[in-house]
């Protein structure tokens, strides 16, 4: 039987043995990783527009309270000067009756 020469293996072009799965391996959870991280900053921008919307309609709900208190305030103040005038008028009234 005749044998044939060794025939040369070009390394360059085999897969390396077990070094790609680990590498594939990592790579997909590294990607599943970045998917999730991106969809939790979505959701994140999501509630944090949503909490501005709320905290703009709470900041305008404080200021209409606000300026009704204050009218009411004012107005409180002018009955209040009224009763004065006219607790004054009263006694004035039964002062000079004496």
């Not at 680990?22 to 991280?37: A, G, K, M, T, Y």
């Not at 501005?52 to 209409?64: A, P, R, W, Y």
Request: glycine letters at 2%; charged letters at 30%.
């Amino acid at each position: 039987m005749a044998t044939s020469p060794p025939q040369q293996v070009d390394h360059h072009s085999l897969p390396p043995p077990v070094a790609e799965e680990p590498e594939s391996l990592l790579s997909s959870l590294v990607f599943d990783l970045s998917q999730h991280v991106q969809m939790a900053m979505e959701n994140m921008l999501k509630m944090i527009n949503e909490i501005d919307q709320n905290s703009l309609g709470i900041m305008e709900e404080v200021e209409k309270c606000k300026e009704s208190a204050l009218e009411r305030k004012k107005s409180l103040e002018e009955e209040r000067e009224k009763f004065q005038k006219a607790a004054c008028t009263v006694l004035d009234m039964l002062n000079s009756r004496e």
